[in-house]
């Protein structure tokens, strides 16, 4: 069970970081970053394969690789700028964090916006 490893870290890293908090806030911050990059390190083999088994569906169901990719990066835009949002929480430095969130969802809807067209377009064509 994959998962009891990644609690166990966890699990450390919050009595460390309770610990670390009092006197030493640079090196909680440092230390809840770590513990991030470990985690999303070692899930990167599982995402490797989610993403196979994405592009194998959308091959299958006919969906253009466009539109997958698309997904993908929203993902990817989603994913860290709520990690990087937190780390910045975590750091005390909670308007920072909204700032990079609000960035992200920026982004997001950068990326969307040919799906978006291209969804309206067919919807035109159809009336």
């Given amino acids: 069970m994959e998962i009891l490893f990644y609690l166990g870290l966890c699990l450390v890293a ?9 006197d030493r806030q640079e090196l909680a911050v440092m230390l809840s970053m770590v513990v991030g990059i470990i985690i999303l390190t070692r899930l ?5 394969e989610l993403i196979s088994a ?9 969906i253009s690789q466009v539109y997958l990719e698309t997904i993908f990066k929203v993902m990817g835009v989603a994913y860290l700028a ?9 750091a005390g430095e909670g ?33």
Avoid: N
């Fill in 82 to 90: 709520g990690f990087g949002g937190q780390i910045c929480r975590d």
């Fill in 44 to 48: 990167s083999g599982r995402l490797a």
């Fill in 14 to 22: 919050v009595v460390l970081l309770t610990i670390l908090r009092q």
């Fill in 95 to 127: 308007a920072l964090g909204l700032k990079l969130e609000l960035a992200g969802k920026i982004i997001i809807l950068f990326f969307a916006l040919p799906v978006m067209v291209a969804i309206l377009e067919m919807v035109l064509r159809i009336f």
């Fill in 54 to 62: 994405f592009r194998y569906l959308a091959t299958q169901a006919q």
